[in-house]
């Protein structure tokens, strides 16, 4: 299942003195399997484009196709099973007497058995790292962490082939940050959905993803691996971004130890990268 975006602008508000270009003409392939990170600057476009995904929104101009369905076409019932889309802060729609009454609630419309509810309900809540228990708690007993994940668990259940989350940590203390991102990335290595995710932190996102797509003023600025997008620390700060710090943190070192290696955006790697230079070992 592939996303084809092909020119799309995207004006809010057309033809209103509040008239505004939110995507300028976006050109995108994401295939299915990628591990997508979208980052830029607040009002940047970011929540636009991914509300095109699922036809939430639909293109002033250009086209967004979907598992070759025109998101501009009505009657996109079958395509909203598809891709599941988590808002920013989604434990704000949590309104059930109980966390498992609100993750069924998207299965009951589809009519299944409660035998099939319950299976899947059992089976989401281990994969977004909550215990059993708390399926019969309020949701409004928990602690913020735990209540993003019963949002974001009651879009999972409805088994998407393309999960989107729109700063799914945001808000979040580094705690809850972590099992976010950790479950995710679990979550991708054991099923290989195709995930996207918008985050501000770049941290993060050079952590888990395969691919990062940086868009500035509405257009995409950059498309590559993280990789590719976080070594080119120029163009990132050209639009005001900046890469991760431990890069930038890997650059001063290698002004006082030319041999080190400085294409390094994550923790890990540094730490990888440092013991090799002190054991006196060849570049990988
Ligand atoms: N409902 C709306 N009506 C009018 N303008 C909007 C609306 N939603 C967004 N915009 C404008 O469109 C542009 C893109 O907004 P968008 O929400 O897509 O940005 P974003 O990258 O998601 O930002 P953030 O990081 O703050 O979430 C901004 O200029 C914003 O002010
Ligand atoms: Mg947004």
Redesign the pocket.
Known sequence: MAIVVENLSYI??KGSP?E????DNVNLVINQGEFVGII??????????I?HFNGILKPTSGKVIVDGIDTSNKGLKELRKKVGIVF?YPEQQLFEETVYKDIAFGLKQLNQSEDEIDKKIRKVIKIVGLDEDILEKSPFELSGGQKRRVAIAGILVMEPSILVL??PAAGLDPKGRNEIFGFLQKLYNQTKITIII?S?NMEEVAKIVNRVIV?NK?KIAMDGSPREVFSNVSALENIGLSAPQITYLMKKLKKKIPDLRDDIFTVEEAKREILRYLKGGAHD
């Not at 505004?20 to 995507?23: D, Q, T, V």
């Not at 830029?40 to 484009?49: A, D, E, N």
């Open positions: 809010y508000l509040f505004r270009k939110a995507l830029g600057h607040t009002g940047s476009g970011k929540s636009t484009l509300q920013q729109d700063e918008v501000h868009i509405g």
